[in-house]
């Protein structure tokens, strides 16, 4: 109960940033993009793992507040870094179940586009499999979302359940490769094999195909021997502040 007083007064109290982590072409190494991931640091408890407070926060409904506060400052972030000379093309942002079921979802995301004035399709919009399956009214989001221009991509891809034919139905441009799919890839065949089905799938269904969890060279000439051009992890960078980014990347 006291983490989730502490955790309401986040906000407010400016406990709350994003790092963002680099997703990259893997074959010129050039930047493509950037997943939002956000952060508590608590003066009390310290820097708490986004695997601890978010299922709080969609428990206590506080995730309303928090997503919306993540998707402005993503997308202000964006405008930021333009305006000091570093054009990020497009900038990912994960969304739980719960922002779905409270509907107002595709007015708000609409509002902090043209408040930021963020392009639309330099927004894209991850959802887990679960996320989409499990929201009666999914498709209708999902749909109303496409047609204001944001961009969609299903997150840990391969660890859900969703069938292929639902998946052809969806407005959705990209599939996340889950990493733990990744991580054995050159050892284990039964992984082998998954990747590389998820990025024929991918062709089939023109869509594109981002590997995560990339931490090694053998891992990286593995996707572009199969045809995945695009990447995520610690290979490339970790989770950064919007600062080094700049460092980095202008
Ligand atoms: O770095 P990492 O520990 O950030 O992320 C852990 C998990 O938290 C991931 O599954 C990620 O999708 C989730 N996560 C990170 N940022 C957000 C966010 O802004 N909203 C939601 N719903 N989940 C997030
Ligand atoms: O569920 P989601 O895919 O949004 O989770 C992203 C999570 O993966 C974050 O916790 C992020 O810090 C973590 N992550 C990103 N790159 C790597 C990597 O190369 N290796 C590992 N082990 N985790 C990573
Ligand atoms: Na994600
Ligand atoms: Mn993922």
Redesign the pocket.
């Known amino acids: 109960l006291r983490l989730e007083t502490m955790l309401r007064r986040s906000i407010e109290k400016d406990e709350i940033f994003?790092?963002y982590?680099p997703q990259v072409e893997v074959d010129s190494g050039r930047l493509i993009g950037v997943?939002?991931?956000?952060?508590w640091d608590n003066p009390e408890l310290g820097l708490v793992?986004?695997?601890r407070f978010?299922p709080l926060?969609?428990d206590t409904g506080f995730?309303n507040q928090?997503?919306k506060w993540?998707l402005y400052e993503?997308c202000r972030q964006m405008i930021r870094w333009q305006d000091a000379g570093l054009y990020v093309p497009k900038i990912a942002?994960?969304?739980?179940v719960k922002?779905f079921e409270r509907g107002s979802i595709v007015c708000m995301v609409a509002e902090i586009l043209k408040e930021t004035g963020l392009e639309p399709h330099r927004l894209q919009l991850?959802v887990?499999e679960s996320v989409i399956m499990n929201t009666g009214d999914a498709l209708v989001f999902i749909n109303d979302l496409h047609a204001i221009g944001v961009g969609l991509a299903i997150?840990?891809f391969g660890t859900g359940y969703s069938s292929l034919a639902y998946l052809k139905q969806l407005p959705v441009q990209t599939l996340k490769i889950d990493r733990s799919f990744i991580k054995d890839i050159s050892t284990d065949s039964n992984d082998e094999a998954i990747a590389i089905a998820i990025i024929q799938l991918g062709k089939s269904l023109n869509l594109s195909v981002i590997a995560e969890g990339v931490e090694t060279e053998d891992q990286a000439a593995f996707l572009l021997r199969h045809g995945c051009n695009q990447a995520q992890g610690y290979l490339y960078s970790r989770?950064e502040l919007a600062s080094v980014i700049l460092e980095r990347w202008r």
């Not at 997943?35 to 952060?39: D, T």
């Not at 942002?93 to 739980?96: K, P």
């Open positions: 994003l790092n982590q997943e939002a991931l956000v952060r793992a986004p695997v978010i926060a969609e995730i928090l997503g993540v993503s942002v994960n969304l739980s922002q991850e887990t997150d840990d989770p």
